[in-house]
């Protein structure tokens, strides 16, 4: 079982729920997160149990990233609205950074999103369950 968020721009939240609905069979087994508006609209469109943290701008981006500082989030789907500016995009930034830190794999469009669905649906994701499963404890 693996950690996946969710996340979507305004602009982007029905493309991320179509999506979702596209591959909910391939969730269903995972513990999925999300910001707060993101996680109510996937949620009303499926049967999935989603963790809803705040909304984005509110700090749910940094609620995630908190996850993904600690190692605990092994994929995040994040559909950006490149053509919006973000009053949070610090907090985005911070995000993908922290991604990249950790190795975390992220997509921020829909084509990549369903590359790296793919390859959790073939298994190419175990890689992540040795990652905690030997994960070193935090040191006294």
Same mark, same amino acid.
């Given at each position: 079982?693996? !950690? ?19 591959? &909910?069979?391939?969730?269903? @087994? ?13 949620? &009303? ?11 984005? @701008? ?12 600690? !190692? &605990? ?13 973000? @009053? ?16 975390? @794999?992220?997509?921020? !469009?829909?084509?990549?999103? &369903? ?26």
């Amino acid at each position: 079982m693996l !950690n996946i968020a969710f996340i979507a721009h305004d602009r982007k939240k029905e493309e991320i729920v179509n999506f979702v609905i596209a591959y &909910e069979k391939v969730f269903v @087994p995972h513990k999925l997160y999300s910001t707060g508006t993101t996680g109510t609209r996937i949620m &009303e469109q499926t049967d999935l149990s989603i963790h809803r943290f705040m909304s984005g @701008p509110l700090g749910g981006d940094q609620q995630i990233g908190a996850l993904v500082a600690q !190692n &605990e989030m092994d994929l995040i789907i994040f559909l950006r609205d490149p053509l919006m500016a973000q @009053p949070h995009e610090p907090d985005i930034i911070a995000l993908l950074r922290l991604c990249d830190v950790q190795g975390i @794999p992220v997509a921020t !469009n829909v084509a990549t999103a &369903e590359l790296l669905v793919k390859a959790l649906e073939r298994g190419d994701f175990a890689w992540r369950e040795l990652v905690h499963k030997y994960k070193p404890g935090i040191a006294e």
